[in-house]
C-alpha cells in the first residue's frame, strides 16, 4: 500500500485523456450501483447545482469504473474536501494495489497513479474514509492509448 501525503499533476502529455470514471452522483441518488456502508451522505458541492458525497470515518463507497476502449488508466484523479485530524482516505481500483491519500486541510485534487494498466471487466473503485471526513465532488480516470 501506497501512502501519499501530497499530489501533483503528471507533465502535460502524459496522458491522452480525462473522463469521469465513475457515477458519482448514484451515491447521492441512493442507485443500487452505489454500494456504500457507514455515514454517507449527498452534500452541497462547491457549486450549487453540483452534489458532493460525504464520507465520515469509517464509511466506504464502490462505484463501477466507466472503462475507456483502448485505454489504459494512468492516473485516478479526486476533487476532495477534507477536515478533521486523522485524514486517510483508502482509494482502490479492482486489480490495482491500493493507495491511502492524505489531503491537505480544505479542497484539493488528489492524483494517484495506477501504473498504466487495463482495468477487469466489472472493475470497481472503493473510496474507503479511514479517517477525517471527505466530501468528494468528482473522480476523474486520466487516459492512456494502449
Given at each position: 500500500m501506497l501512502l501519499l501525503?501530497?499530489?501533483g499533476s503528471p507533465p502535460p502529455g502524459s496522458v491522452d485523456e480525462e473522463t469521469f470514471l465513475v457515477d458519482l452522483e448514484a451515491c447521492a441518488r441512493g442507485d443500487v450501483i452505489c454500494q456504500k456502508s457507514g455515514p454517507v451522505t449527498a452534500v452541497e458541492g462547491l457549486q450549487q447545482a453540483?452534489?458532493?458525497?460525504?464520507?465520515?470515518a469509517g464509511a466506504s463507497i464502490s462505484l463501477p469504473i466507466q472503462?475507456?476502449?483502448?485505454?489504459?488508466?494512468?492516473?485516478?484523479?479526486?476533487?476532495?474536501r477534507s477536515e478533521g485530524l486523522d485524514r486517510e482516505l483508502s482509494v482502490t481500483v479492482?486489480?490495482?494495489?491500493?493507495a491511502v491519500a492524505v489531503p491537505t486541510w480544505g479542497w484539493a485534487r488528489v492524483e494517484l497513479g495506477q501504473g498504466d494498466v487495463v482495468p477487469p471487466p466489472g472493475a470497481r473503485l472503493t473510496l474507503v474514509a479511514k479517517g477525517g471526513t471527505f466530501d468528494v465532488l468528482w473522480v476523474v480516470g486520466r487516459w492512456k492509448r494502449e
Open positions: 501525503t501530497s499530489c453540483k452534489t458532493a458525497v460525504r464520507m465520515g472503462q475507456t476502449e483502448g485505454r489504459k488508466l494512468a492516473w485516478v484523479a479526486l476533487g476532495v479492482t486489480g490495482q494495489p491500493g
